[in-house]
């Protein structure tokens, strides 16, 4: 195995690694909720959530950690009793479908972590905590990262309360239900920790593709999501093409000239047309209404809002030459946030010390991390994800791999507690 | 008003027609279901659908016709004891959001005709017979045509009973539940009227852009719809787009193919794209898969099987091309229906004698009348669509227009009655 003189270095300065106990409890862990033929079926506060989530508390506690949650129905883990705190953590919520690896990770890692230094009897200068953030993903209730923006103070309790699911569940009822319900004063705003380190799959190809052990993102893109509505005339499908105001048209050209637009700026942007909803979805009718939404990533502000700037241009455009309504609107933007320079020259150090092959870069997706950036100082580290799949049930990295990513982060923690 | 002359030429006759009853009582019945700003709400053996009819065989019964239902749930009235029968019919169920006169016009004059030849004491040498079919949108339960399809002996009763709507109801449940399963001594092929004769709106922009008064179909175009599939691979919206295979390319590419092959052929053709459905359908997934119906409509069946081959063989080339996986089946093919040359021109003459301008066309709308024709001596009467809508909220047809139609009928009855 190639990490044999990390796993070394790491017991030398006592630290009772054991990367087989972690293999084996992410193994078990990771496949609560999982379909097979499906993928994970896992949505925010749902019953295999609400069943993984236990099963890390009940663990939690069998550790001597205190377990807390806070008002959004985050779990937030800690050992150690003084001090500053260093957090590690993710989340265990999925996409519908989704893969095993994605946010659990992070979390199954930090227990880990959690358990090998408690039970190696190392003593941090800082308390150790370990966040399991609720409805990351944004799949069950929108926003994604509704967990840390609430307990980080990025949006108020009202906005996230009142989000609906579509069955009409409210979040804040969802909390009750499933016992998630926590106080006020155990929001990570009350009391943020010194440092922040989330542990993540890529969810991208470049690490996988390129051979490197571990990637260090620099921070992470600007997210901006816009629906797009076309209205037309829903009309019988006997009518004559001329006749028409067919609104699908509207999402065809539109998806068209997009591609186009974002293969000239393949490396700076990223486009998805991910939800689609055409009305009234009946074989024989002429769909009046197409509404859907465009995912637009960059790192740069300014590619964000010109590509908004130009697909709203050729959506007034189409719906001009087409005879259709057009209206956009924005659903969210998250604003590209900046790692902690430290932090990221930290886990730069610790790869180095252990010769992981490891590549600056920026995270495509959004993640806890850059809620936890406003109030912590903040880092990611990721590990290759095979051929880049991700929101899939082909989502992948391999054993070696999830240990390398463990025993960084372990390092990392190491060398911020000492800083 | 342009129809004095009919009405004084019907009334010389002894018919003591009531134009303002007629349309008095279809305002009132073909609001039942109707929902302002969404259109009409009456699927198939739906409350409302349920109400209608009610409403429709207490005014049937309190005329003396014998109402009889059979094995599809169709609803048969009959006046007169012996003879051949003339039967006149359509359809009260509705497309979701749909308008208030598609069917209902059919059924609702139907029964003035019945009433104004019973009030008028004219003795004809027919039984009188009005029929409702049952799911003739197909928009509950596919295909459509199930309650003409049953009764005239095209569908088995296996087939037609087993069929599922979106939530899981069978067909067969629905009929027991309304009290709509009726017995299969009354199916239409036991006993086939020796004309039929519907009446219906043009569902099309031909009669009202051209100023025609009436319609007259020499037969139904052929319809047959396809479902294909594009399956990619589900990754999340921070993929870059290289690494990407999206099935929704799949349908921007043949969507766009398809309309440039339809406008090229469009007085022979016509082809809608009229449900779409995205997997997952989320905004920060790429779509993994992508399944979609095209209906494909022409009088001229070399043209119909020219189209799928070339809507197959595009689907495989973007399949190729994209790196998807493509897969395509039929729903449904319902075959081109040739009307009775006699019934279309003694519909003519109809016209003529009464100096109403009438266009002889193709209707491009499947209608009982092609299940009718496999048993009966069949034609349609067509009246203006304003704008050509249906299928939509906006469907609209004006009371003189209403009126014409209504009085063709009568003028066709009486003198198919005498053949």
């Known amino acids: 195995m190639c990490y044999e003189g990390a796993l070394e270095k790491l017991r030398a300065r006592g630290l009772k690694v054991n990367p087989e106990r972690f293999l084996a409890e992410f193994d078990r862990m990771s496949r609560i909720g999982w379909v097979e033929g499906y993928g994970m079926n896992r949505l925010a506060l749902s019953e295999n959530h609400v069943a993984i989530r236990m099963d890390l508390m009940e663990q939690l506690k069998a550790l001597g950690a205190k377990v807390k949650v806070d008002e959004a129905g985050n779990i937030i883990a800690e050992l150690g009793e003084q001090g500053e705190a260093i957090a590690v953590g993710s989340h265990l919520d999925s996409v519908p479908g989704g893969g095993r690896f994605d946010g659990a990770y992070g979390v199954i890692a930090g227990l880990e972590v959690l358990r090998t230094i408690k039970e190696s009897n190392v003593r941090l200068r800082h308390r150790l905590v370990l966040i399991d953030?609720?409805?990351?993903?944004?799949?069950?209730?929108?926003?994604?990262?509704?967990?840390?923006?609430?307990?980080?103070?990025?949006?108020?309790?009202?906005?996230?309360?009142?989000?609906?699911?579509?069955?009409?569940?409210?979040?804040?009822?969802?909390?009750?239900?499933?016992?998630?319900?926590?106080?006020?004063?155990?929001?990570?705003?009350?009391?943020?920790?010194?440092?922040?380190?989330?542990?993540?799959?890529?969810?991208?190809?470049?690490?996988?593709?390129?051979?490197?052990?571990?990637?260090?993102?620099q921070g992470i893109v600007g997210i901006r999501v816009v629906e797009l509505a076309f209205r037309g005339s829903q009309d019988h499908?006997?009518?004559?093409?001329?006749?028409?105001?067919?609104?699908?048209?509207?999402?065809?050209?539109?998806?068209?000239?997009?591609?186009?637009?974002?293969?000239?700026?393949?490396?700076?942007?990223?486009?998805?047309?991910?939800?689609?909803?055409?009305?009234?979805n009946v074989a024989n009718v002429v769909p009046g209404e197409v509404r859907f939404t465009v995912d637009i990533r960059s790192y740069d502000p300014n590619i964000i809002d010109e590509t908004v700037k130009y697909i709203v241009e050729n959506g007034e455009d189409v719906a001009r030459r087409r005879g259709l309504d057009f209206e956009h609107r924005d659903l969210w933007y998250?604003?590209?946030?900046?790692?902690?320079?430290?932090?990221?020259?930290?886990?730069?150090?610790?790869?180095?010390?252990?010769?992981?092959?490891?590549?600056?870069?920026?995270?495509?997706?959004?993640?806890?991390?850059?809620?936890?950036?406003?109030?912590?100082?903040?880092?990611?580290?990721f590990i290759p994800s095979v051929n880049g799949r991700s929101h899939s049930k082909d989502e992948y990295s391999g054993d070696e791999d999830l240990v390398k990513g463990l025993l960084t982060l372990l390092n990392v923690i190491l060398a911020l507690d000492s800083s």
Chains 1, 2 share one sequence.
């Open 334 to 381: 998250i604003e590209r946030t900046l790692f902690d320079t430290q932090v990221v020259k930290t886990i730069e150090e610790a790869c180095e010390e252990f010769e992981f092959k490891c590549l600056k870069t920026w995270s495509w997706a959004g993640h806890d991390a850059q809620n936890m950036a406003r109030v912590s100082r903040t880092g990611m580290i």
């Open 133 to 217: 953030f609720n409805n990351e993903e944004g799949s069950r209730w929108s926003p994604p990262l509704l967990g840390s923006g609430l307990s980080c103070g990025v949006y108020t309790r009202d906005f996230v309360y009142s989000r609906v699911d579509r069955n009409g569940v409210r979040f804040e009822d969802a909390l009750r239900n499933t016992g998630f319900m926590g106080s006020p004063e155990n929001n990570i705003s009350c009391n943020p920790p010194r440092f922040y380190v989330e542990l993540h799959i890529e969810q991208g190809p470049e690490l996988y593709s390129k051979g490197y052990d571990i990637g260090i993102p």
């Open 237 to 280: 499908a006997s009518s004559p093409l001329w006749a028409r105001r067919d609104a699908l048209t509207g999402l065809v050209i539109v998806k068209n000239k997009l591609e186009e637009y974002a293969l000239e700026r393949v490396d700076k942007l990223r486009v998805t047309i991910g939800r689609v909803n055409v009305e009234p």
